[in-house]
């Protein structure tokens, strides 16, 4: 793979059109811009591929902080594990699905290969032992602690922080392993002959069968599975198996960590079961939703042609497609997507909003008081913000964004062939091809990435940077540690080079 092919997968392409710096006024209702801050761009290099080398785009992985880069590449030497500027190899295989960065970058690692596909797993670019093979690598939430799946002739382990555990026949891939969200404990399943395990922090206990679909509770005190036998599925919670049923999904506990919910087949219906008590079914059940709260419960449920909302029990009416549902933050209001035959409309509060051709999903603003999606009508596309449509239409909108404080609304316009960044229902200008924007953690900037005429530049607020890139990375993000700095990684040419990009603001506007 050339280096001018790394553009298909890694950036962002814009439609290349010829267009002024500040496109940005020219519309019925655009309002001036008020001033925008100063600020200073800093550069550092992580990493350079060369145009002989291959880059794999598929293993670029980003640290949180948008500092630190991984992915694997291929020379005339072999594979190697890119972290940053170090380079570990050559091998013969670097492991699909890695390398890979821990939260808070505590850790880095990948798995390679090397010799009759010898497998072996590398921590912070130290190797641990060798094994048959290896899959299923991940980190715990906090990144501190890593597992993953082992070959061992005919066995199977688990290695869990470079300590193999008890040898089974099998470990069940579909069972984990699996981290608690505090990253203290650690499950799977796993089988001797017919006989099945539950594995909890090392220790192994005859489950009875199966064993899959592991969940922690959010404060990782408690744990649930599905247990196959015989044929049927239960749910077992704290060592006590549920009523068996033809198949077992969707295994949720509250956010609270109190209350346990997951689907099941019963005959030919769905339905779901709360603490062990059947809830109201249907031919299909959609995605079950308790509030952050965990004092509501959500979810879709399909009868015959007819969809409806089930809120705390009660039936909503009847449409012919359920999209997207959601609680806001505060746990008090909802919303849903619905398809009528008239026409999509939104949902919310159990409110009907006005129909419209199609609309897009929900967003609540931090502060659960707006709720802001994009409608089409006639094929233009604008936003509806607490019911009220903005006058603006468009060839196209993607989502909206609401600042962190629920103040600030922002979205990209598309028309034609140019996209304009819309803030506060104003155009801070008009580009070739833009990002999503990102608030900073007050709101009291928003940043993003635009191209025009083939050059990106970061714009804070509508203002420019001077700091010229290639591409940005796609699905790549702008991340504010602060009020006045955010950073990012960009992608230079030649080589291509990935570069971190780290900007200043004053507080002082210009």
């Not at 449920?301 to 549902?325: C, E, T």
Request: with cysteine; charged share 20%.
């Amino acid at each position: 793979m050339s280096a001018s092919r790394v553009f298909v997968y890694v950036v962002m392409i814009g439609i290349a059109v010829a267009s002024s710096l500040f496109a940005a006024a020219a519309r019925a209702g655009d309002q001036p811009v008020p001033a925008a801050p100063a600020f200073t761009e800093s550069t550092a290099l992580l990493s350079r591929i060369a145009v002989e080398e291959t880059f794999y785009p598929v293993s670029l992985t980003v640290s949180d902080d948008q500092g630190h880069i991984a992915y694997a590449l291929k020379n005339s030497n072999g594979m190697f594990a890119v972290m940053d500027d170090r380079r570990h190899g050559p091998f013969e295989a670097v492991a699909k699905g890695t390398p890979l960065i821990g939260s808070g970058r505590r850790h880095w690692a990948y798995v390679a290969y090397q010799g009759a596909k010898k497998a072996q797993a590398f921590i912070d670019g130290r190797p641990e032992a060798i094994y048959d093979g290896i899959d299923a690598f991940a980190f715990s939430p906090d990144g501190a602690r890593w597992s993953y799946r082992v070959g061992m002739g005919e066995k199977q382990a688990v290695v869990v922080d470079g300590t193999a555990g008890p040898l089974f026949d099998v470990v069940v891939r579909n069972s984990g392993p699996l981290f608690s969200p505090n990253g203290r404990r650690l499950a799977y399943g796993a089988l001797n002959g017919p006989d099945g395990q539950l594995v909890v922090d090392g220790h192994a206990t005859g489950a009875g069968g199966t064993v899959s679909s592991i969940v922690f509770s959010p404060d990782s005190s408690h744990l649930a599975y599905a247990l196959q036998s015989d044929g049927r599925y239960r749910v077992v919670r704290g060592g006590q198996p549920g009523q068996p049923y033809n198949a077992v999904a969707q295994l949720t506990f509250s956010p609270d960590s109190k209350q346990l919910i997951y689907l099941a087949r019963k005959g030919e219906q769905w339905l779901p079961v709360l603490d062990g008590r059947e809830l109201m079914g249907g031919d299909t059940v959609g995605m079950l939703l308790f509030s952050p709260d965990s004092r509501r419960l959500l979810y879709a449920l399909n009868k015959g042609d007819d969809w409806h909302m089930i809120v705390n029990g009660s039936q909503g009416p009847a449409f012919v497609r359920l999209g997207v549902y959601l609680f806001s933050p505060d746990s008090l209001r909802f919303a849903y997507m619905a398809q009528s035959k008239e026409g999509g409309r939104m949902v919310v509060d159990s409110r009907m909003e006005a129909i419209y051709d199609s609309v897009g999903m929900p967003v609540f603003s931090a502060d659960s008081k707006q709720v802001a999606y994009r409608a089409n009508h006639s094929g233009k596309w604008f936003i509806v913000q607490n019911g009220k449509a903005h006058p603006g239409r468009h060839e196209g909108l993607r989502r909206p964004v609401f600042s962190p404080a629920g103040g600030r609304l922002a979205y990209v316009a598309i028309d034609g062939k140019q996209m304009a960044m819309v803030v506060d229902g104003q155009a801070l200008g008009r580009y070739d091809a833009v990002t999503f924007p990102f608030f900073s953690p007050q709101g009291t900037h928003v940043a993003y990435a635009g191209c025009l005429d083939n050059q990106w530049r970061i714009y804070i607020d509508g203002k420019p940077g001077h700091v010229l890139f290639d591409a940005f990375l796609k699905d790549g993000l702008i991340v504010f540690d602060s009020e006045n700095h955010c950073r990012t990684v960009v992608l230079k040419m030649p080589g291509p080079q990935f570069v971190r990009l780290d900007v200043s603001i004053s507080e002082d506007p210009v």
